[in-house]
């Protein structure tokens, strides 16, 4: 059931963000085709052109908030949630559709932003050039601290996963939260979001005392030796994808309890 909520979803907000990603990608290439041309005769066609490319993007990242907060509220919050909620699945399917959707679309759009500036930057020999440079860079660093290179790039990139996870069901249970009110709901969700924001910032403050990790005396020390150094890195990247997955978990599962036991939709 959870793949086909996820298929649901997909074409339901793919509608709106394909032609988002196709219309960016040919202003990305009318730019690149006319940029080099006689600029007293197409100064101004560049310009506007330059524009409304400017002008998608940023549309593109709103949009993929806007569809985001939409597609909870509208399915789960509103007059739409006494449907949904006669589905046969599970709530936390319900949720985690949105929140894998949400992912895919902010990934997607961060990528599709990416290749257009790449389109509009190419020149000849430039890409192999970069891409050389940043092969040797890879390796100096490599030469510096080993195979924890490879460690510290996977945190990396799974860190920067669980913080986006960690922002969207930080909205979703922020949301939840304010539907438990009677009146003013928009307001109380922004109430709980900058509770919830404060009180990860305190765990997380907590979390750094308590950890082997950071609580080690005069760690300063560590800092004036490169092994160390690089010890003390993974050690901040692993506790901090562990804690932001533990609160993320608990986010969900608040959100989860919420719409499953607490929903007001009036």
């Not at 330059?50 to 993007?57: A, E, G």
Request: glycine share 6%.
């Amino acid at each position: 059931m959870l793949r086909k909520l996820i298929k649901y979803e997909f074409k339901a907000t793919g509608r709106v963000f394909l032609p988002f990603f196709l219309s960016l990608l040919i202003f990305a290439v009318i730019n690149k085709l006319i940029s080099p041309a006689d600029p007293e005769y197409w100064g101004f066609p560049a310009a506007i052109s330059m524009v409304i490319y400017i002008m998608i993007m940023v549309g593109m990242f709103v949009m993929t908030t806007i569809i985001m907060l939409q597609r909870f509220y509208r399915n789960l919050l509103s007059d739409e949630g006494y449907l949904m909620f006669t589905l046969p699945t599970k709530t936390w399917k319900l949720i985690a559709s949105k929140l894998v959707m949400s992912i895919f679309w902010i990934i997607a759009s961060l990528a599709v932003a990416f290749l257009s500036i790449l389109i509009i930057i190419y020149q000849k020999g430039v890409f192999m050039e970069s891409w050389r440079l940043l092969t040797e860079g890879y390796r100096t660093i490599y030469e510096m601290i080993g195979a924890s290179l490879y460690t510290i790039t996977l945190e990396i990139i799974i860190g920067s996963l669980f913080t986006l996870v960690f922002g969207i069901v930080l909205v979703y249970a922020s949301m939840a939260i304010g539907h438990l009110f009677n009146r003013h709901k928009i307001l109380a969700s922004f109430g709980a979001f900058i509770a919830l924001n404060t009180l990860a910032q305190i765990l997380f403050s907590l979390f750094c005392q308590i950890t082997p990790g950071f609580a080690w005396p005069g760690h300063e020390l560590y800092l004036q030796n490169m092994p160390n150094l690089i010890t003390l890195i993974q050690v901040f990247f692993l506790y901090g994808i562990l804690f932001t997955g533990l609160l993320s978990a608990a986010y969900f599962a608040l959100t989860n309890y919420i719409l499953s036991k607490k929903l007001n939709l009036e």
